[in-house]
Structures are given as C-alpha cells and as structure tokens.
C-alpha cells in the first residue's frame, strides 16, 4: 500500500513537471502575441486595409495611409514562393526517401541539411545575384525564389521522414501489381503520408513568411502598388516582414503603431494558412 | 490523385513560364498613355523629403508616375547605384573619385551627384531649467566631445554664454552608433575647426569616439539626449525641432553666430561651387551660413541607357522629369517637412549636369529641360 502511495505522489509530481514545463513553453508565445495585440490593434483601421504607404509625413499629418499594397504582395510572394519549393522541395525528399541506393543521396542529404542551416540573409544574396543582377531590378519573383530557397530544404526534409514512415510492404504491395516504381511512390505511398507531407509543407511555409532577411535586397520593398498586377511578379514588392522591419526603425512613433499592425496581419495570415491547411487535408482523408 | 498532382505540376510550371513571357517590357510605348515606375533608393535622412514629393509628384501626374523610394542608408545607396539595381541613388556623401573613374571606365559617361536637399546637424542637448538658445563655437565642441569639457559651469561654455547661468551638472556625450551622413557631417565639421581631431578621430560615416554612449539612429540619440540631464548630441535640426529638444547656436568661420535655420543653412551652401557639385562645406566661408550642413546628393548616370535599371528611353525621360520637378517646384514643400531648400548656386549646377543627360546618345535632358517654363517656376 505504501509503495502504491509512493508512486501515486510521484506520478502526480512527474505531471506536475510536465504541465509547468508546456506552461513555459507556451508562455513566451502568449506574451508575445499579446503585447502585439495590445501595441497594433489601435492602427488596425478600414484605411490600413485600403491605402497605400506613401511618405511618412502622410502619417504624421494624419493623412491616408496603409499597408494594402504589403498585405497583397505578401501573398502573393509567399505563394509564388511555395509554387516554386513546393516540386523542388517534394522531389527531394522523394529522391532520399524512395531510392536510398542512388549514388547522389548521401551528398544531397548532406547539401539539404547545409542549405537549411544556412544564414537566410545569404539566401536572399544568391538570390540578387541569380535573379536581381540579370534583371536589372528587384523583384517580387527575386524575393520568391529567395524564400523558396528557405522552404526547400524544410519541404525536402520532412517529405523524406513523412514518406519513410509508410511501411515497405504497401510498396511491394504496389510493386507485386506490377505498377512502375515512381508510380507506386505517387500513387500509393503518398497518400499515406500526405499528413505528414502537408505539415512540413506548413511548417516551411510558416517559417518562410516570417523572414524578413531574404526579402531586403530581392523585393526590397515599395511605397505604393504597382500599377499592373504583374508588378507584384516584376517590380519591386512591399512585403510584411521587410516592411515590419523598416517600420520598426523608422523615427516616427506612428509608423511604430502600423508596424505593430503589420504584425498582427502577419500572425494571422499564417495562422489562417495552418487553419486552411488543416481543413483541407482533414476533408480529403474523410473522402 | 495523381492526376491532381501533375495537373498541379504542370499547372505550376505552365503559370510560371507564361509569367515570365510577360515581363518583356516593349521599350517604345508612348509615355502619354502608359504609367511609369521609378525606382530609387539610399540616405535615411531625406527620405521624408523624397517620398512626399513622390506622393505629390504622383498626384500631379495623376497617377501615371510613381516613385518608390526605399530609405536603406547612405552606402545602401550608392551601392545599390553602382550595381545598377536602382535607377537613381540617393546619398549624404559624395562619390569618391575612385568611383566616379570605375563608373566612368564601365558607362563610357560620368556619374552626376545632383544636390536636392540639405543635411543640417545641430548640438542638441537637455539642460533643465534652460530654454535659452546656448552658443558654441567649432572648438568648445571638439572639447566637449574629446572629453575634456566636462561640466556645464565650464569657464569654455561661460564665456560664450555670459547671461545663462549654466548649472554644475556634469556633461554626458551622446553619438550615432550607427554609420550615418548625419555623424559624417558633424565630424567632419569638427575635423576643419581642429587639427587634432582630424589626427585622432578623423570623419566618417562613424569613427571611434572618444568619448559618450552610443545611440542608434537619430531617434536613438534623441531619446539618450532627452532622458539624461546635462547630455549633449546631435541631430539633424528637422528631427530637433520635430521632437521638441533645445539645440544650440554655432559660431561660423567668419565669426558670426548662426541660429540654426533653413535659411543659414541654404546660405551655407551658397558658395563657388565646384561643377560636379562634390564639395562638403561644413565649416563654410559664407558669411551667414550655418557651419554644420552638406548637401544630399541624386546620383544619376550621364549615360541613362547604361543603366541596367532603366530599360527604356521613356522611363529615363520620367525620371529626368522628376530630378527636374524636385530641384524646381518640389522645393516648395522643403520647409513645412523641416528641410532647408537648395541655394540658386547649385540649382544653375545642377541644370547644367540634367543638360548632359543621355540616351544612346541623345541629349533627353535637354529635352526635358527646353519643356520646363522657367519663367513660372515658384522662386
């Protein structure tokens, strides 16, 4: 009996332990994303969704002024970028995952996880250099292939794991039907591990939308919208990170409130990303 | 599935190539009808300046010409400019002669540097109690940034303020610890009031101070200056003013003490220039100039074409029509943003330097120039 007491108390301590320990990580996350409300939410108004940046002296004299052409650009940034990761990134870790005897593979490995680990700021630089250079501009396509290049290796990552989980025997179930082999991966292995597959998806996303490095000198930013759409593709592109950024150390303290804004908007948009990816695989396992 | 995957594929691939056809910009589409963008980008300091008059260039031209420019620092600026990613740069210093040789060995034509605003730095500091205009002359601010001024009550600081009655309270330096044109401006100033400063700090865009606590950007030191009694800094005087803080008077060259103004600054500036406008005048000779101000510079290509931002004869015609405007009638919104305007003397420069503009050759900044009505201009 005694011992059974023991061990109750022990349990209760060791959830104890547990709770405290979920409660700290959880804690910086919830100071964080409440101090950005309670600093943001007050410039959070119809013309923040609707004017454009200009000068700052728009602001101070209470003119006008908002970050419409940064939310527009984020988007579609961000997505340009995941469109260019997204095959790359799946068919590397496609290539690690299902043919484990290639000669390239333990190189590729070895370059994925360099790539990952890589200083985003230097991303952004080949970036310049790749597309900006030869274009004779920045870009919102610079900063796509920039914050792709942030997404590859995360997506490449976390396909291989997601695709390893899948037991061989499907495979060979695949294989004994007598399906090519890259078919057998697409059609039967996949499925099984889109679960997986959509949440590195995610979390490179996420994690590519939040970078601000990247984007300083591939879509380097603007004041207003372009005036064709194309121009969020071909011009230079304001985007919420960069333009966070250059907020935050402006000298005006009203720009500092929109920053906060910015902030918000950023947190939601990703939020609203997981919220949708969440869905959407959830439905398709249903069917 | 699978299906869905490669229509996705392809789908990507497909959008992406198309896009990419799109981008070819056809180079001789009438400017009459078609909206232009300009892009430029560099010193922190005129940005307020620049951006408003793009605004406002933006309005005039009814939407047809948008200027995007991004304040990302002086050497931010004219590097961008020398890689040819933007197609003017902006900065509070001028390009060295080493540059102006490269750009001149690459385009076959110069690289102009356009004055269109000034940069002025005042003292300012936070004394309690003293709302007075303090005066200090080039060398009592070498003293007290070398460290060796150290109390307010100083007899150096008395003798040049007989009716304050300055406290003991004890003097705390305060300087960017960022590069910036504003540090570059003001030691360099104190550089020409002082042999020895020149010799152990020298001026640049940040230097090693001898003394004080550092505050980054402008804001930075601002808020050191405005929460510590008995500190000192500088700041451009727009920033000053906007922000409220005491800042101080400086005795010019020729002896005379100058309030910081718009006017004192622009009269700074009113000397023989040099024809490519590359001079720093801190420390001018002008009789009622304020000894602390530099230009800020448009770094434009005399060869426009060579530009790899620019891509067509219209976009560079825009963008001379914009130098234009913010060196003409964009003046006039200098003062109420806190920016003193540039002086006649470098206005007749910079026409001369817009004059040689090219495009392949063609003279499109006389074009631009011979439709200006100068005679309506606003003086």
Same mark, same amino acid.
């Given at each position: 009996?005694?011992?059974?007491?023991?061990? @109750?108390?022990?349990?209760?301590?060791?959830?104890?332990?547990?709770?405290?320990?979920?409660?700290?990580? /959880?804690?910086?996350? /919830?100071?964080?994303?409440?101090?950005?409300?309670?600093?943001?939410?007050?410039?959070?108004?119809?013309?923040?969704?609707?004017?454009?940046?200009?000068?700052?002296?728009?602001?101070?004299?209470?003119?006008?002024?908002? /970050?419409?052409?940064?939310?527009?650009?984020?988007?579609?940034?961000?997505? &340009?970028?995941?469109?260019?990761?997204?095959?790359?990134?799946?068919?590397?870790?496609?290539?690690?995952?299902?043919?484990?005897?290639?000669?390239?593979?333990?190189?590729?490995?070895?370059?994925?996880?360099?790539?990952?680990?890589?200083?985003?700021?230097?991303?952004?630089?080949?970036?310049?250099?790749?597309?900006?250079?030869?274009?004779?501009?920045?870009?919102?396509?610079?900063?796509?292939?920039?914050?792709?290049?942030?997404?590859?290796?995360?997506?490449?990552?976390?396909?291989?794991?997601?695709?390893?989980?899948?037991?061989?025997?499907?495979? !060979?179930?695949? &294989?004994?039907?007598?399906?090519?082999?890259?078919? #057998?991966?697409?059609?039967?292995?996949?499925?099984?591990?889109?679960?997986?597959?959509?949440?590195?998806?995610?979390?490179?996303?996420?994690?590519?939308?939040?970078?601000?490095?990247?984007? /300083?000198?591939?879509?380097?930013?603007?004041?207003?919208?372009?005036?064709?759409?194309?121009?969020?593709?071909?011009?230079?592109?304001?985007?919420?990170?960069?333009?966070?950024?250059?907020?935050?150390?402006?000298?005006?303290?009203?720009?500092?409130?929109?920053?906060?804004?910015?902030?918000? #908007?950023?947190?939601?948009?990703?939020?609203?990303?997981?919220?949708?990816?969440?869905?959407?695989?959830?439905?398709?396992?249903?069917? | 599935?699978?299906?869905?995957?490669?229509?996705?594929?392809?789908?990507?691939?497909?959008?992406?190539?198309?896009?990419?056809?799109?981008?070819?910009?056809?180079?001789?589409?009438?400017?009459?009808?078609?909206?232009?963008?300009?892009?430029?980008?560099?010193?922190?300091?005129?940005?307020?300046?620049?951006?408003?008059?793009?605004?406002?260039?933006?309005?005039?031209?009814?939407?047809?010409?948008?200027?995007?420019?991004?304040?990302?620092?002086?050497?931010?600026?004219?590097?961008?400019?020398?890689?040819?990613?933007?197609?003017?740069?902006?900065?509070?210093?001028?390009?060295?002669? =080493?540059?102006?040789?490269?750009?001149?060995? =690459?385009?076959?034509?110069?690289?102009?540097?356009? +004055?269109?605003?000034?940069?002025?730095? #005042?003292?300012?500091?936070?004394?309690?109690?003293?709302?007075?205009? &303090?005066?200090?002359?080039?060398?009592?601010?070498?003293?007290?940034?070398?460290?060796?001024?150290?109390?307010?009550?100083?007899?150096?600081?008395?003798?040049?303020?007989?009716?304050?009655?300055?406290?003991?309270?004890?003097?705390?330096?305060?300087?960017?610890?960022?590069?910036?044109?504003?540090?570059?401006?003001?030691?360099?100033?104190?550089?020409?009031?002082?042999?020895?400063?020149?010799?152990?700090?020298?001026?640049?865009?940040? #230097?090693?101070?001898?003394?004080?606590?550092?505050?980054?950007?402008?804001?930075?030191?601002?808020?050191?200056?405005?929460?510590?009694?008995?500190?000192?800094?500088?700041?451009?005087?727009?920033?000053?003013?906007?922000?409220?803080?005491?800042?101080?008077?400086?005795?010019? =060259?020729?002896?005379?003490?100058?309030?910081?103004?718009?006017?004192?600054?622009?009269?700074?500036?009113?000397?023989?220039?040099?024809?490519?406008?590359?001079?720093?005048?801190?420390?001018?000779?002008?009789?009622?100039?304020?000894?602390?101000?530099?230009?800020?510079?448009?770094?434009?290509?005399?060869?426009?074409?060579?530009?790899?931002?620019?891509?067509?004869?219209?976009?560079?015609?825009?963008?001379?029509?914009?130098?234009?405007?913010?060196?003409? @009638?964009?003046?006039?919104?200098?003062?109420?943003?806190?920016?003193?305007?540039?002086?006649?003397?470098?206005? !007749?420069?910079?026409?001369?330097?817009?004059?040689?503009?090219?495009?392949?050759?063609?003279?499109?900044? @006389?074009?631009?120039?011979?439709?200006?009505?100068? @005679?309506?201009? +606003?003086?």
């Amino acid at each position: 009996m005694k011992s059974m007491r023991r061990r @109750e108390i022990h349990n209760k301590m060791m959830e104890g332990v547990l709770v405290v320990a979920t409660v700290l990580v /959880l804690l910086p996350l /919830l100071i964080i994303v409440g101090h950005v409300l309670v600093e943001g939410v007050g410039a959070l108004n119809s013309d923040f969704f609707t004017q454009e940046l200009g000068s700052p002296s728009r602001a101070l004299l209470d003119r006008p002024t908002g /970050l419409v052409h940064t939310i527009i650009g984020t988007v579609v940034v961000d997505l &340009l970028a995941l469109a260019i990761a997204v095959p790359i990134g799946i068919g590397a870790g496609m290539m690690l995952s299902e043919y484990p005897e290639h000669l390239l593979n333990p190189t590729l490995r070895i370059m994925n996880d360099t790539l990952n680990g890589m200083p985003a700021i230097l991303k952004g630089l080949f970036a310049f250099v790749l597309i900006v250079k030869p274009m004779g501009t920045f870009s919102g396509l610079a900063g796509a292939v920039a914050l792709s290049f942030v997404m590859i290796p995360i997506i490449a990552r976390a396909t291989e794991s997601a695709l390893m989980a899948i037991p061989w025997t499907i495979r !060979e179930a695949g &294989l004994a039907l007598g399906i090519p082999r890259w078919r #057998v991966v697409i059609s039967t292995v996949m499925p099984a591990a889109k679960i997986g597959m959509v949440t590195g998806l995610l979390l490179a996303f996420a994690r590519a939308a939040g970078e601000a490095a990247p984007l /300083l000198f591939t879509s380097f930013g603007n004041n207003y919208l372009p005036d064709h759409w194309l121009g969020f593709i071909f011009n230079p592109v304001d985007t919420l990170p960069q333009r966070l950024y250059s907020l935050a150390i402006s000298p005006y303290s009203e720009w500092h409130s929109m920053g906060w804004a910015a902030a918000i #908007v950023l947190l939601a948009f990703v939020v609203l990303i997981f919220i949708i990816a969440r869905v959407a695989t959830r439905d398709r396992m249903k069917l | 599935m699978v299906r869905n995957f490669l229509y996705i594929l392809i789908f990507t691939c497909l959008s992406i190539s198309l896009l990419t056809s799109c981008g070819e910009i056809d180079p001789d589409r009438t400017p009459a009808d078609q909206r232009v963008g300009i892009l430029g980008a560099g010193a922190t300091f005129p940005a307020p300046l620049i951006t408003a008059m793009a605004d406002d260039y933006r309005d005039l031209t009814k939407r047809r010409v948008t200027v995007n420019y991004q304040s990302i620092g002086s050497g931010g600026g004219i590097r961008q400019f020398i890689e040819q990613t933007v197609m003017f740069g902006m900065s509070e210093a001028f390009l060295s002669d =080493q540059v102006m040789e490269d750009i001149e060995r =690459q385009t076959g034509g110069k690289a102009f540097n356009i +004055p269109v605003t000034l940069a002025d730095v #005042v003292p300012t500091y936070n004394l309690p109690g003293i709302r007075q205009n &303090l005066v200090f002359s080039g060398e009592l601010l070498v003293e007290i940034f070398m460290g060796r001024v150290t109390r307010w009550n100083d007899p150096k600081i008395a003798e040049l303020n007989p009716d304050v009655r300055l406290p003991d309270t004890a003097i705390t330096v305060v300087h960017r610890s960022d590069g910036s044109g504003t540090t570059n401006i003001w030691t360099s100033y104190l550089s020409r009031v002082s042999d020895e400063w020149r010799g152990r700090v020298g001026f640049a865009t940040s #230097v090693n101070w001898p003394t004080g606590i550092g505050g980054n950007g402008n804001e930075g030191v601002a808020g050191a200056v405005i929460n510590t009694p008995g500190a000192i800094g500088y700041n451009s005087l727009s920033y000053a003013v906007l922000n409220n803080m005491s800042y101080g008077s400086v005795i010019n =060259q020729a002896g005379n003490i100058i309030k910081p103004s718009f006017e004192a600054t622009t009269e700074a500036a009113n000397i023989e220039l040099p024809d490519d406008t590359r001079i720093l005048f801190t420390n001018t000779p002008a009789e009622h100039g304020y000894p602390i101000a530099g230009f800020a510079w448009m770094l434009v290509y005399e060869n426009l074409d060579h530009n790899n931002a620019i891509s067509s004869r219209s976009e560079a015609k825009e963008l001379i029509r914009f130098l234009v405007w913010c060196i003409t @009638e964009g003046q006039v919104l200098s003062h109420p943003l806190g920016f003193a305007r540039i002086p006649d003397t470098a206005l !007749e420069k910079n026409l001369v330097m817009i004059r040689q503009l090219k495009w392949e050759g063609e003279l499109i900044g @006389e074009e631009v120039l011979d439709e200006v009505d100068f @005679e309506k201009l +606003p003086s």
